[in-house]
């Protein structure tokens, strides 16, 4: 028996893109044809081009090729989600209509799946025509997003990847609506492999990510998977307080019980301002406290599911 593997492609205005990758694709995956079988799932999401119509025509001709078109544009992070959810493949891979995720690699991708892989992602070494910058806010997104989510992920790791069912099937049990694809899949676990790949510059078209957008992306990533900048409020707040009850203390001793021995000579000023800073600091912890209590109240709504299985035996 053929195992099915479906291909994820968000599509945002890529009308001179969606035939090349189609075609590329179908021929890489030739020298599969005894083992597996393909499936094609475009996400259009809200193109403004003409997108929908080549897909329409491809759709017509084969019917591997299915689409899903949005009713408008809502972000590549869901339009992935949405691939995924009407996915049936025995493997899901999922890759950008740019060319920008090589399909020459999906072979390496199916070999280490074959070889007991659940999730294999593409790992980017290099990308062509990519700004100085971007690189190095991407390279620090991923540090930062380690770091404060407690959840590993590989520098310029990408979308490019593939999971395997056991994973598609948990994937789709999340709920929240602030995701990013990627971090979502690295909170899952399973047994990870990678694959590393030189992005070459986007075949044709705009890339439909700005500052702007990317920006949004990160704090997004950083506010959905972790607490700690608002804590970070709380731990400023309580270095602060305590710092300004000793210098009031200081000035206290200083002033009225030994008489200012060393000639400090704290004007009134000064005691309010250290007066003030203490409430300052007072007001930062207690923002600090109301981060907990968010913490609950996010992690309840987000209802992440408490645990993932990879299996179950004898039940
Ligand atoms: N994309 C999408 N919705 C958007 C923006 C982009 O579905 O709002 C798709 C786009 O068609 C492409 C992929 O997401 O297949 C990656 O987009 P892009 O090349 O703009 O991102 P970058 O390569 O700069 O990360
Ligand atoms: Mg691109």
């Given at each position: 028996m053929q195992k099915l593997i479906s291909f994820v492609i968000p599509i945002f205005n890529e009308q001179e893109n969606i035939k090349t990758i189609y075609l590329s694709v179908s021929k890489k995956f030739n020298s599969f044809k005894s083992k597996y079988e393909p499936e094609f799932i475009f996400v259009?999401?809200?193109?403004?081009?003409?997108s929908i119509k080549i897909l329409n025509d491809l759709a017509l001709k084969n019917n591997k090729v299915k689409y899903l078109e949005f009713s408008r544009n809502f972000g590549k992070e869901i339009a992935t989600t949405a691939g995924i959810h009407y996915a049936k493949g025995d493997a899901v891979i999922i890759m950008d209509a740019d060319l920008q995720h090589p399909p020459e690699k999906i072979i390496e991708f199916i070999k280490k799946w074959e070889n007991g892989a659940e999730i294999v992602t593409g790992i980017r070494q290099k990308t062509k025509g990519k700004s100085i910058m971007k690189i190095i806010g991407s390279y620090y997104f991923y540090k930062i997003n380690s770091a404060i989510s407690g959840i590993k992920s590989v520098p310029?790791?990408?979308?490019f990847r593939l999971l395997d069912k056991k994973v598609t099937k948990e994937f789709i049990k999340f709920t929240e609506k602030n995701r990013m694809t990627r971090g979502l899949i690295d909170w899952l676990g399973f047994k990870k492999e990678y694959v590393y790949f030189i992005s070459p510059e986007r075949k044709s078209g705009k890339p439909g990510y700005s500052y702007v957008k990317l920006t949004k992306l990160a704090l997004t990533s950083f506010v959905s998977n972790s607490l700690i900048p608002l804590k970070l409020a709380g731990y400023l707040g309580i270095i602060i307080t305590v710092l300004f009850a000793l210098l009031g203390i200081f000035v206290f001793f200083d002033r009225?019980?030994?008489?200012d021995p060393f000639g400090f000579h704290f004007t009134n000023l000064a005691i309010v301002v250290v007066f003030i800073g203490f409430l300052i600091g007072i007001v930062l912890s207690c923002l600090g406290l109301i981060a907990l209590y968010i913490g609950n109240i996010n992690t309840e709504i987000t209802n992440r599911p408490l645990y993932v299985l990879r299996n179950k035996k004898n039940f």
């Amino acid at each position: 028996m053929q195992k099915l593997i479906s291909f994820v492609i968000p599509i945002f205005n890529e009308q001179e893109n969606i035939k090349t990758i189609y075609l590329s694709v179908s021929k890489k995956f030739n020298s599969f044809k005894s083992k597996y079988e393909p499936e094609f799932i475009f996400v259009d999401d809200g193109s403004t081009d003409k997108s929908i119509k080549i897909l329409n025509d491809l759709a017509l001709k084969n019917n591997k090729v299915k689409y899903l078109e949005f009713s408008r544009n809502f972000g590549k992070e869901i339009a992935t989600t949405a691939g995924i959810h009407y996915a049936k493949g025995d493997a899901v891979i999922i890759m950008d209509a740019d060319l920008q995720h090589p399909p020459e690699k999906i072979i390496e991708f199916i070999k280490k799946w074959e070889n007991g892989a659940e999730i294999v992602t593409g790992i980017r070494q290099k990308t062509k025509g990519k700004s100085i910058m971007k690189i190095i806010g991407s390279y620090y997104f991923y540090k930062i997003n380690s770091a404060i989510s407690g959840i590993k992920s590989v520098p310029f790791s990408t979308d490019f990847r593939l999971l395997d069912k056991k994973v598609t099937k948990e994937f789709i049990k999340f709920t929240e609506k602030n995701r990013m694809t990627r971090g979502l899949i690295d909170w899952l676990g399973f047994k990870k492999e990678y694959v590393y790949f030189i992005s070459p510059e986007r075949k044709s078209g705009k890339p439909g990510y700005s500052y702007v957008k990317l920006t949004k992306l990160a704090l997004t990533s950083f506010v959905s998977n972790s607490l700690i900048p608002l804590k970070l409020a709380g731990y400023l707040g309580i270095i602060i307080t305590v710092l300004f009850a000793l210098l009031g203390i200081f000035v206290f001793f200083d002033r009225y019980l030994l008489k200012d021995p060393f000639g400090f000579h704290f004007t009134n000023l000064a005691i309010v301002v250290v007066f003030i800073g203490f409430l300052i600091g007072i007001v930062l912890s207690c923002l600090g406290l109301i981060a907990l209590y968010i913490g609950n109240i996010n992690t309840e709504i987000t209802n992440r599911p408490l645990y993932v299985l990879r299996n179950k035996k004898n039940f």
